[in-house]
């Protein structure tokens, strides 16, 4: 069995709805998957170490990531550093500007990990969250599929 865990943080609805529709798509590769979409603030160092992959949902928040999905890292750098390297991940933005800034920042500290970003970050503005949903659904389901046939 392998796991993908979605760590999120959403100010409204709109972050929300991306990785839940990220981890639908997951869900979809296969039954040989466990897919959890967390809260970032009700996840901790075990949740984190136990996962095989990972997408990272956050909302812009200041031009960065937002403080929730910040404190999650926190949490768990230093204790998980060098036992999740190379381990995949992903990004969703959900953004009212360019969404740069918290992508940067993610890949910062995915670097340090280090973990591998093995998609696209998928940048969506926030006025157009409806209609990204099934693109947030491909981004989990290709992430969820490739961990499963082994190529992440």
């Known amino acids: 069995m392998k796991r993908l865990l979605v760590v999120y943080h959403s100010h409204g609805w709109r972050t929300e709805a991306l990785a ?5 798509g997951a869900r979809q590769a296969g039954a040989e998957l466990e897919v ?7 996840l901790g160092l075990e949740d984190f ?4 992959a990972y997408l990272f949902a956050t909302p812009e928040t200041f031009g960065s ?3 929730a999905l910040k404190d999650f ?9 060098g036992k999740v390297s190379g381990r995949p991940y992903a990004i969703i933005v959900c953004a009212g500007e ?8 993610i890949q ?3 670097r340090g990990f280090p973990l591998r970003e093995v998609q696209a970050p998928l940048r969506v503005h926030r006025d157009a969250v409806a209609d990204s949903l099934p693109l947030a659904a491909e981004l989990g389901g290709t992430l969820g599929a490739g961990l499963l046939i082994g190529i992440y």
């Open 108 to 110: 910062r500290i995915a």
């Open 36 to 42: 959890r979409c967390e809260r970032a603030l009700s």
């Open 20 to 24: 839940q529709a990220a981890a639908e």
């Open 98 to 105: 360019d969404g740069q800034g918290a992508i940067q920042s």
């Open 73 to 81: 890292f926190e949490r768990v750098f230093y204790p998980a550093q």
């Open 49 to 52: 170490l136990a996962a095989d």
């Open 65 to 67: 990531l937002s403080g």
